[in-house]
């Protein structure tokens, strides 16, 4: 068995709204191997996007663990979860999320400024390494606003690897994009993969998911698939498919 | 390092941080040009003081100080004072030779009788004489003046060929078509009248063309009666030695004569044209004398030639000051020397009454405080005022003789200064609000910044930014705002303050330009408006309608203010000083940028933490 990325257990999370309790996660559990990729589908508002940011190092949970690398993020410092998410995961978000001031170069060198990224020079060689790979030679001094959206959504795919992340957290990488450039975007994903990258998706494509090496489902909270591996049961079949 | 990046772009892309760099520079603006005029008035009157009186000022009014030379000599046998002078101080009535007719017009003076040569050693009375040669406009009217004078000595100066010159210059018609000897015998046939006239023709044109015209004796003639139509300065000599014409003389302050002006650019006008120059003309001077019991005595006159005039720069001494040799003062004062008689024989002299001076200004060595010399002067005058206790009229003695003052100059002017200091430092403390202004204004823009940003906050944490980051960005953000602001506030507060004089007479005497202009400008800018509000946007048509109502009012604003005669907003009879302080205090100026850094930085710090706390998964969900 590969080694184990990225690791969930009992993962839950509520939102205090309005005094009003909103549990959007209950005893989520998830293990994701070194080189796989993992999509998870969901209805809008299942929580998938909390279980990313809670993976991500982004959110902490109310209950359950995180591990990352062998580091436990619960009992992690600020500090360290700050080093955490510059170096040991890269996200990708729906709506790109560049910063419009910055230039397609600059937005994606910017993790490697960060504590824990790779610095300067090395982050500028990655970034203009990525950035050619993805087709974006041409477009380093341009502003996000006068990309396309999938030249966008490239340019946040090379500024979440630019740190070597152990693993990409995809939060509806295509969901903002038309059928052709999504399936373009998806082109590249599976490149990435290919090449040996661990993601973890959230999505409700299903065109996403069939190019994963496994999908779960998020519906009431509950990761299904996993949560029942963890105890032990052996029915993945009901709700996972994997590629052969 | 990226919080240099972020911040220099967001500063480049956005409006909003330019309201915050317009806020601190127009703060900072502010309390420079406010500051600086103050202090330049503090340093106005306290250089004024200095320059005009020395710097230890021994001082017994009406009855005088006897023997005051043995005191200066004293004095100047010490070898920290550098020069000292009697002086002495009565007012008086100034007849004025203006207007024309009989009656003319009388105004009240301070008279200081003082002894030319030493006074200019110890005061800057040198440096305060206004007329080094006469004004251009005057000259014409001197020449008149001599050939009003000395017509006939002129006339018999005139050679030949300077006779025929005159006439092909003044009646070319009556001479055209004759020969030189025609014109020369037609020459001779005319009278000394005739030639006053054509003498007094060519010297309307000017003193060029006057000189250009006659023969070197004749202008050699003008030259003796008037030097100074001559080479040299001698009407800066005049002034030094109170001597005109080879005789006594007065220098009167500049504002003494109600015939000078100020001019829109600060020069002195003369009226009518240079004719009502002062030192055209001769004056009289009227003093009340008290006697050795105070009591007045018959009116004294004596009439003067007006050797210059006198710019301390401060009104109050420029309106009413004028210096006339002190022994001639001595004369009008009866505090010349006199014998004193038996009551008994009235033809016995019994004694002699010294000369005496109002006062005996000191001038200490370069380096020498006024209080060392004050204390040094003390002690001198214990030793003179001892030396001469048995005389029949000895001098004053200190605390024993009422009235009887040394101080410095800056004791003497106490009354005035202290004031001045006072309002200097309230004006200090209250323009000190401004920093919680500036402050203020830059949380308020600063906190709009950030909410504005709050989406660029959260993708920066999921990124690896931490909170440390984040509250840097805004505290450089902050820093790089309030330093531009303080250095465009250092910039513009020394324009206004450099040209605070322009900026006045501007006011005073309003030129119409700027209000065409402003029209011009408003109407641009409402065209501008209703371009760009006819794509059915609101904003640019509302901003357009105020710009054009701003600038319309304002233009209409400068007309109204041409149409009243200006704003006199620096009235010198109320300033004592007929200038507007121009000098930067740049101590002042500096420590005002580097208090607006402080305070923005500072105010800047609130925002940045609000930024560092904010939930890095809400701002990613702001819209």
């Known amino acids: 068995m590969s080694d184990l990325v990225l690791s969930a257990r009992g993962l839950a999370r509520t939102y205090h709204l309005d005094r009003v309790d909103v549990p959007v996660l209950k005893d989520c559990s998830l293990d994701v191997e070194d080189g796989e990729w993992v999509a998870i589908l969901g209805a809008s508002g299942s929580g998938k996007s909390t279980l990313l940011h809670l993976l991500g190092a982004l959110d902490r949970p109310d209950a359950g663990t995180v591990h990352i690398g ?18 040991q995961v890269g996200f990708v978000f729906q709506f790109y999320h560049l910063l419009p001031e910055l230039t397609v170069l600059e937005n994606s060198m910017l993790p490697a400024h960060m504590p824990g990224g790779v610095g300067a020079s090395e982050g500028r060689r990655r970034a203009l390494d990525l950035l050619e790979r993805f087709a974006l030679g041409d477009r380093l001094g341009h502003r996000p606003r006068e990309l396309s959206g999938g030249e966008r959504q490239r340019t946040a795919l090379a500024r979440a690897l630019v740190n070597a992340p152990r693993v990409l957290l995809a939060d509806e990488p295509t969901g903002n994009l038309d059928a052709t450039t999504g399936a373009a975007i998806l082109d590249v994903l599976s490149d990435l993969h290919r090449d040996g990258l661990t993601m973890v998706t959230v999505t409700h494509d299903q065109t996403i998911a069939s190019r994963a090496d496994r999908v779960l489902e998020l519906t009431g909270g509950r990761l299904q698939l996993d949560d029942e591996a963890a105890e032990g049961a052996d029915s993945k079949a009901v709700v996972e498919s994997r590629r052969p | 390092m990226y919080q240099l990046l972020l911040t220099n772009r967001y500063l480049a892309s956005r409006l909003t941080p330019l309201l915050a760099v317009a806020a601190v520079a127009l703060c900072v603006a502010l309390v420079i040009v406010v500051v600086s005029v103050m202090s330049g008035f503090l340093n106005m009157v306290q250089s004024s003081g200095r320059t005009l009186m020395g710097d230890v000022i021994i001082s017994y009014p009406v009855r005088g100080i006897p023997y005051y030379d ?28 203006y207007p024309e007719g009989d009656a003319k017009e009388s105004v009240k003076v301070q008279v200081w009788g003082i002894e030319p040569e030493g006074f200019a050693q110890v005061t800057s009375y040198l440096e305060s004489l206004q007329w080094t040669k006469p004004p251009k406009e005057v000259i014409r009217h001197l020449l008149l003046d001599v050939i009003d004078s000395n017509a006939n000595t002129l006339i018999a100066a005139l050679d030949g060929p300077t006779r025929a010159a005159l006439l092909q210059h003044t009646a070319p018609d009556s001479v055209a078509g004759m020969s030189a000897d025609e014109i020369e015998t037609l020459a001779v046939q005319l ?29 050699e003639a003008v030259v003796e009666v008037d030097p100074r139509l001559g080479p040299g300065t001698p009407t800066l000599e005049a002034g030094a030695t109170l001597m005109r014409d080879g005789r006594e003389g007065i220098v009167t302050g500049l504002h003494v004569s109600d015939a000078n002006r100020r001019g829109s650019e ?13 030192p055209r003309f001769d004056v009289t001077l009227t003093t009340l004398p008290i006697d050795a019991r105070g009591g007045i005595l018959e009116p004294e006159s004596i009439s003067l030639p007006v050797a210059n005039e006198y710019a301390a720069g401060v009104y109050l001494i420029d309106q009413t000051r004028v210096f006339v040799p002190i022994d001639l003062v001595q004369d009008i004062t009866h505090l010349d020397e006199a014998r004193l008689v038996d009551p008994d024989d009235p033809t016995t002299v019994i004694g002699t009454h010294p000369a005496r001076a109002t006062m005996v200004l000191v001038r200490g060595q370069d380096g020498v405080h006024p209080t060392q010399l004050r204390g040094v002067v003390d002690r001198i005058y214990d030793e003179f005022a001892s030396a001469h206790g048995a005389s029949f009229t000895p001098p004053p003695q200190r605390g024993l003789s009422p009235g009887l003052g040394i101080r410095t100059w800056e004791e003497q002017n106490a009354s005035f200064i202290a004031p001045v200091q006072k309002e200097r430092q309230l004006m200090q403390t209250l323009f000190s609000i401004i920093y919680v202004v500036c402050g203020a204004l830059i949380v308020a823009i600063f906190w ?11 993708i920066l944490r999921s990124i690896g930014a931490p909170r440390s980051g984040i509250v840097m960005i805004f505290l450089l953000y902050g820093l790089v705002v309030s330093v531009l602001g303080s250095v465009a506030g250092v910039g513009l507060g020394w324009f206004v303050t450099t040209n605070v004089g322009s900026i006045h007479d501007g006011l005073s005497d309003p030129p119409l330009w700027p209000a065409w202009l402003l029209i011009g400008a408003g109407v641009a800018l409402l065209a501008g408006g209703i371009i760009t509000g006819r794509r059915r946007r609101m904003l640019p048509l509302l ?4 710009a054009m109502v701003a600038c319309i009012a304002v233009a209409v604003g400068v007309i109204l203010l041409r149409e009243s005669g200006g704003m006199t907003i620096w009235d010198p009879s109320v300033y004592y000083f007929d200038e507007v302080p121009d000098q930067v205090d740049w101590r002042e100026a500096i420590t005002t940028a580097i208090g607006a850094v402080i305070a923005s930085v500072i105010a800047a710090s609130i925002p940045a933490a609000r930024a560092a706390d904010i939930d890095p998964v809400r701002a990613l969900r702001y819209e």
């Open chain 1, 70 to 87: 062998g580091m436990e993020l619960s009992r992690a410092s600020q500090r360290q979860l700050d080093r955490v998410r510059a170096g």
């Open chain 2, 70 to 97: 043995d005191l200066v000599e004293r004095l100047e046998a010490n070898e920290i004072v550098a020069a000292a002078t009697p002086a002495i101080e009565t007012w008086g009535l100034l007849r004025m030779p």
């Open chain 2, 191 to 219: 009278d000394n009248p005739a030639w006053d006239v054509r003498l007094r023709i060519v010297a309307l044109e000017g003193v060029d063309a006057f000189r250009s015209t006659v023969n070197d004796a004749v202008w």
């Open chain 2, 266 to 278: 600060g020069q002195t006008v003369i009226a009518r044209d240079g004719y009502w120059w002062l």
């Open chain 2, 448 to 458: 709009a910044i950030v909410y504005e940003k709050t989406r660029d906050i959260g």
């Open chain 2, 543 to 546: 901003l357009g309608s105020y």
